[in-house]
């Protein structure tokens, strides 16, 4: 074996260099979905920048499509990583998984390309086959659609028989069950329907029980992996724990999901069904705070990996902050008459999503860097560390700084366009025109700005750090002593 500090795939197992494959896909991605949300923020403040050329919706379906598939690729690569670990045998399946990831990923490029080619156009049976479903986050055509049906059917075979095969942990078994339902739920969002609100009700399914139910569920095993290895926190404790989050998680946010059927046209009973469950939401956030902190108390903060757990942290606290405070805030339905699809939902969107799951994503990138550099030296006095302290630092006051920007813009868009003008046309452009709502936008893009280069500063830790350290691991202080 290669001295430490050396990048060399012979230091991971088989479905962990299938994982770091997807991680770099995830990593470009997220620098593509960076790009066309800095232009989408430049057309705010000069609507015709671009105009013609690369229009707002355009930039803003990359954006956050791309978002969605980069923390997907995450999350698939994160399963990989930690699949013979916890199942004590190879992979099942490997080479076809293997061949899936190139196929996944050249769907997805071609995705992309066609929407940036063909921006306009009428909508019909062929454009929603060939170039866009037309529904917010998953606007992959129906035939890439049916492609990822068949890729993820792959890869939930890879874990599946993995397990069956080696043994099932806990972690391992509620994986396994959580992405059913995942992966179930995005066949909601596959159909045509002509009514819009019966449209609307489906695709909730997709993206709410995504983010609300399953992802989180996801992001526990991940946290619950993350912790052991970062900590070395015995199995029990970290498998208790997410029992408990994975119940109270289902619980309210099966539920919950009402919060999105307030004004779509659905009977009124979902006032009270969403705003009773979908304000119980924090609850399981709170846990996973308390988890985190609890674990790496009784370790003293001793760990193997400091930026890994630096970013575990960020995810329990960006989650109960980001999901659960930002999420309650405009939950009720008192409330959100008001702030519905303002900026407000904007805040809550960037940072429930940066402070979830793509900090838990950044987590699993350098665990896999420490392994993939042969279990090298990521503890105290590592050599360079003060690239993924900015790193961490610059990505998340970016990203607090865009939040509270969108926050204001939001709050002045509630109470002009909203309670003052009664949500009527001329009140949208007498809040689009407020000084405060132009200035939060100005203050997104700064934000916008530092959040940017906190991500160039993070690629090129990725690629740098622990190269030029010749120790090996902190090794975990002896288990069982609480
Ligand atoms: C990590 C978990 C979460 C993520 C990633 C997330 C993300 C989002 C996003 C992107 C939207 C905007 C959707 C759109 O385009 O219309 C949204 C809307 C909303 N979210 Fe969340 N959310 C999360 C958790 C929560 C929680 C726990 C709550 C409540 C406690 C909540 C309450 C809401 C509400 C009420 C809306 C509707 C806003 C409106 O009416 O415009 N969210 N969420
Ligand atoms: C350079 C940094 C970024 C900038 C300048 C930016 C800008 C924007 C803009 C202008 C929009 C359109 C908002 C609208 O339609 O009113 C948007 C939407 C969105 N962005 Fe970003 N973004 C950035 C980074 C991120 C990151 C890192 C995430 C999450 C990981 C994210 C998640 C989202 C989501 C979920 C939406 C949809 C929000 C909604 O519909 O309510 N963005 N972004
Ligand atoms: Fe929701």
């Known amino acids: 074996m290669a001295m430490p500090g050396t990048l060399d795939s012979a230091n991971l197992n088989g479905g962990q260099k299938l994982a770091v494959k997807y991680f770099s896909v995830a990593v470009a991605l ?41 923390l997907l690729f995450g999350f698939i ?66 035939w890439a659609d049916i492609g990822i049906v068949v890729c993820v059917l792959v890869f939930f075979f890879n874990v599946a028989a993995t ?46 029980l995504w983010v609300e139910a399953t992802w989180e569920v996801l992001v526990g095993c991940l946290m619950a992996y993350g912790l052991m290895q970062t900590l070395g926190v015995r199995r029990k404790i970290v498998e208790t724990w997410l029992y408990i989050e994975v119940a109270l998680m289902f619980g309210s946010g099966i539920l919950g999901l009402g919060h999105h059927y307030f004004w779509i046209g659905t ?63 405009h939950t009720l339905p008192q409330i959100n008459l008001y702030t519905h699809g303002t ?25 896999a860097l420490q392994k993939w550099r042969g279990n090298v030296w990521m503890s105290g006095g590592l050599a360079g ?18 939040v509270m ?14 309670a003052i003008e009664g949500s009527s046309w001329v009140g949208y452009f007498v809040a689009q025109a407020h000084p405060w709502f132009a200035q939060g936008m100005w203050w997104r893009q ?12 993070l690629v090129w830790d990725l690629l740098t750090l622990g190269r030029s350290e010749r120790r090996p691991a902190q090794v975990h202080s002896e288990p069982g002593v609480h």
């Not at 196929?103 to 909508?123: D, E, I, R």
């Not at 985190?292 to 400091?306: A, I, L």
């Open 163 to 208: 397990f069956a095969k080696g043994r099932y942990t806990g972690i391992g078994g509620v994986l396994t069950l959580d992405l059913i339902a995942l992966f179930g739920i995005y066949l909601a969002g596959m159909f045509y329907t002509p009514n819009i609100s019966v449209d609307q009700y489906w695709w909730w399914w997709v993206i709410h």
């Open 385 to 402: 560390a003060w690239k993924w302290k900015w790193a961490l630092g610059l990505l998340n006051l970016g990203m607090i700084g865009m």
């Open 267 to 329: 009977p009124e009973y979902w006032f009270t069904i969403g705003g009773f469950f979908s304000a119980l939401e924090p609850i399981p956030l709170v846990a996973m705070v308390v988890h985190s902190v609890f674990d790496s108390g009784t370790h003293n903060m001793k760990n193997n990996n400091h930026p890994a757990l630096a970013w575990i942290i960020a995810h329990a606290f960006g989650n109960f902050f980001g999901a659960g405070v930002w999420g309650f805030m």
């Open 30 to 70: 997220f620098g593509a979905q960076i790009v066309f949300g800095l232009l989408a923020g430049l057309q705010y403040l000069n609507p015709d920048f671009l105009y013609g050329v690369l229009d707002f919706s355009v930039n803003r379906m990359v954006h956050i499509n791309a978002m969605i598939v980069w």
């Open 343 to 367: 900026q407000w939902s904007a805040s809550h969107g960037h940072f429930a999503f940066f402070g979830a799951y793509a900090t838990l994503v950044i987590a699993f990138f350098y665990l």
């Open 405 to 418: 920007a969108m926050l204001v813009s939001g709050y002045e868009q509630s109470q002009i366009e909203r």
């Open 77 to 142: 690569g994160s399963s990989y990583w930690l699949l013979e670990d916890e199942a004590g045998i190879p992979v099942v399946g490997l080479k076809l998984g293997n061949l899936i990831f190139w196929v996944f990923t050249l769907a997805v490029a071609v995705v992309v390309v066609v929407y940036l080619l063909v921006q306009v156009g009428p909508g019909d049976q062929s454009s929603i086959w060939l170039i866009n479903e037309g529904r917010e986050y998953i606007e992959a055509p129906r």
């Open 446 to 457: 700064v934000f916008g700005w530092m959040f940017a280069a906190g991500f160039v500063l």
